[in-house]
């Protein structure tokens, strides 16, 4: 298995992205500063978390950081309901987001069971 030297290679990290773009894209026109605020802050915090982790140096950070940016994925996921319990989301717009941040919990579970076991 080849060496990752950049975190912008992780595929975790890519999905990341895209997720915390979708993010912004879908509550672009949301009036509702403080909800937007916050779901808009946890879905960069995941691709954050991931970038930071990487560029901390030891192991044992890294896998701390990713399970920050889990946790915030989760924390996404929630807001992502709530959101479409108010009403700021369709459902077509809900599943999407929600299948994205669910890949990233997943990719980011597998990635720390990797690093873990290597």
């Known amino acids: 298995m080849a060496t990752?030297?950049?975190?912008?290679?992780?595929?975790?990290?890519?999905?990341?992205?895209?997720?915390?773009?979708?993010?912004?894209?879908?509550?672009?026109?949301?009036?509702d500063r403080g909800f937007t605020?916050?779901?808009?802050?946890?879905?960069?915090?995941?691709?954050?978390?991931?970038?930071?982790g990487f560029e901390s140096g030891t192991r044992q950070e890294f896998l701390n950081y990713l399970y920050i940016a889990k946790g915030s994925a989760g924390e996404v996921r929630a807001?992502?309901?709530?959101?479409?319990?108010i009403g700021y989301l369709n459902i077509e717009t809900f599943k999407y987001?929600?299948?994205?941040?669910?890949?990233c919990s997943r990719?980011?579970?597998?990635f720390i069971k990797g690093l873990k076991s290597s």
């Open 4 to 31: 990752i030297e950049r975190f912008e290679d992780l595929i975790c990290w890519q999905k990341a992205r895209q997720l915390a773009k979708e993010v912004y894209q879908a509550f672009r026109e949301c009036r």
């Open 37 to 52: 605020d916050q779901i808009q802050r946890a879905s960069v915090s995941i691709m954050s978390n991931i970038a930071e």
């Open 79 to 85: 807001q992502l309901y709530a959101a479409y319990d």
């Open 97 to 103: 987001l929600n299948s994205l941040a669910v890949e």
């Open 107 to 110: 990719l980011i579970a597998s």
